[in-house]
Nanobody
Framework: QLLFVESGGGTVHAGESLRLSCVAS????????VGWFRQAPGHLREQVAC????????SYADSVKGRFTISRDNTKDTVYLQMESVKAEDAAVYHC?????????????????WGQGAHVTVSL
């Protein structure tokens, strides 16, 4: 089965940091763009960050720009999301998914290999 396995979620206090990881399972990460998405109860799924492979380009949602950093290590088939200065509104389930044309497209329907997600809870 081709999917991502996310890890690193948990409970953090507002203002703290957290690093999420997602490992590609059943396929090699090379050639894919990878997006991190999040969904909170009652909210639509939102793309928070994306990184391409060949160009290494990154993009971020305005709500996380300057606080979150996406990176990848193809030798480990892993993509990371470093979260700094976490806010209450960052609480959500975070998923990563792959885009096979190595493009950071905005629509989550253009992505595949979704994992179960990593839960992030923020305490005030």
């Amino acid at each position: 089965q081709l999917l991502f396995v996310e890890s690193g979620g948990g409970t953090v206090h507002a203002g703290e940091s957290l690093r999420l990881s997602c490992v590609a399972s059943g396929f090699a990460l090379g050639g894919y763009a990878v997006g991190w998405f999040r969904q909170a109860p009652g909210h639509l799924r939102e793309q928070v960050a994306c990184i391409t492979d060949r160009a290494g380009s990154t993009s971020y949602a305005d709500s996380v720009k300057g606080r979150f950093t996406i990176s990848r290590d193809n030798t480990k088939d892993t993509v990371y999301l470093q979260m700094e200065s976490v806010k209450a509104e960052d609480a959500a389930v975070y998923h990563c998914a792959a885009q096979r044309w190595d493009l950071c497209l905005p629509d989550y329907n253009d992505y595949a290999y979704w994992g179960q997600g990593a839960h992030v809870t923020v305490s005030l």
